[in-house]
């Protein structure tokens, strides 16, 4: 549709000029369309584009000179991925599809909410999009006052996200607060997540999303010579023990003996990353491009569980290893030519999401009234 001759009042009815929410790349204005639809519209900043290109000239130059004055530090990878990716971000349209895409490919999570898009209103600079109103994730008087869960967000976001990385290999990779927000469902009255901003995202290979599936259940369980393998295969070389505590930010005390049995202390959420930046400069030349964002993805789910106070939780990790259990099939399925290996494969699957699911019914029992019931009696016989 083209906006260049026509009126504000032409489209809507009204148009706040205060923005919701503004960024470095855009702000968001609430306006009211003609059928009485209240839409949200996301309006780049005029000179963005041109600037951008000035900054990644600016960036290139800085990163070079850290580099000749300080060889053991390399961040070459950073301009890599800011050269690719704000294109992309500075696309309203490739936005508009991948909410799109999202969308759809979670449409079986009744507790996820992406606004819908309005295509004949938008172009590549202006995104007009469904309105819709909630909490940011971190705001925890906000989730108390309207009766949500915390728990109950902590586990959808980390099962979609689970979802996302190691079934799906389309990932959302800016989910800081503002991007994600609550809400009791009108409808409904079940809460739901609303997830905005969808211009960053990552593609994942399928051979790179299975080896990230087996070291994350290598993880979770403490099997050491697996972390190394799959560490080694992704990239990290002799650094793999670094990159297991870049990639789950736990100790290598806590690596080692799984962490899904470990809790995790204040010490370790406080680490001094800046003793090992050399060394960890050297593991983010080495691993795939594409592991960079999921690293940074990694970092804001962590720190909306700190915030939430639900890291660490045996359900999330319940989800994750369901999630890699079944890339893990579903990849063997598709090399696989024979109709009995398939069924192998099938079985053992099978098998493995039934011990996860009993074992997270045990979990949910062991937590209610008639769990806690069963342990006094228990106890009393005793």
């Excluded at 799109?100 to 295509?119: D, G, N, S, T, Y």
């Excluded at 960053?200 to 051979?207: A, M, T």
Aim: with cysteine; net charge positive; hydrophobic share 45%.
């Amino acid at each position: 549709m083209c906006f260049f001759f026509l009126q504000l009042s032409d489209i809507f009815v009204s148009f706040d000029e205060t923005p919701q929410g503004a960024a470095s790349l855009a702000q968001v204005h609430k306006a009211v369309l003609h059928d009485g639809r209240t839409v949200a519209v996301k309006v780049q900043h005029p000179k963005v584009q041109r600037q951008s290109s000035q900054d990644i000239v600016v960036m290139e130059v800085l990163v070079r000179a850290v580099h000749w004055l300080f060889p053991d530090f390399a961040f070459m990878w950073l301009l890599e991925e800011a050269k690719k990716n704000m294109p992309l971000e500075l696309d309203f349209l490739n936005e508009g599809r991948n909410a799109e895409k999202v969308a759809a490919m979670l449409a079986h999570h009744r507790f996820l909410k992406v606004p819908q898009i309005h295509w004949d209103l938008s172009t590549k600079r202006i995104l007009t999009m469904e309105f819709t109103e909630g909490g940011q994730v971190n705001d925890l008087d906000y989730m108390k006052k309207n009766g949500i869960d915390v728990n109950e967000i902590s586990q959808n976001l980390g099962q979609m996200y689970s979802e996302m990385i190691f079934v799906q290999g389309f990932v959302h990779c800016d989910p800081h607060p503002g991007n994600v927000l609550v809400r009791k469902c009108p409808r409904s009255n079940r809460s739901q997540i609303i997830l905005l901003d969808h211009g960053l995202y990552q593609v994942l290979d399928p051979s790179f999303r299975v080896d990230y599936s087996r070291l994350w259940l290598c993880l979770i369980r403490g099997d050491m010579p697996g972390v190394e393998r799959f560490s080694r295969r992704l990239g990290a070389g002799d650094l793999f023990p670094l990159f297991a505590c870049v990639l789950t930010a736990r100790s290598w005390t806590s690596v080692n003996a799984g962490i899904s049995c470990v809790p995790v202390t204040d010490t370790e959420i406080r680490t001094n990353a800046a003793l090992y930046l050399p060394q960890i400069s050297d593991l983010l030349n080495r691993i795939p491009r594409q592991m960079l964002l999921l690293l940074k993805t990694n970092d804001l789910l962590r720190g909306i569980e700190t915030t939430l106070k639900t890291r660490a939780a045996s359900s999330s990790f319940i989800h994750m290893s369901i999630c890699c259990i079944r890339a893990v099939a579903r990849y063997k399925r598709s090399k696989c030519s024979s109709q009995r290996k398939r069924l192998q494969i099938t079985v053992s699957e099978w098998a493995g999401l039934m011990k996860l699911r009993l074992y997270a019914l045990f979990l949910t029992l062991k937590g209610s009234v008639i769990g806690q019931w069963v342990s006094v009696l228990l106890g009393s016989a005793l």
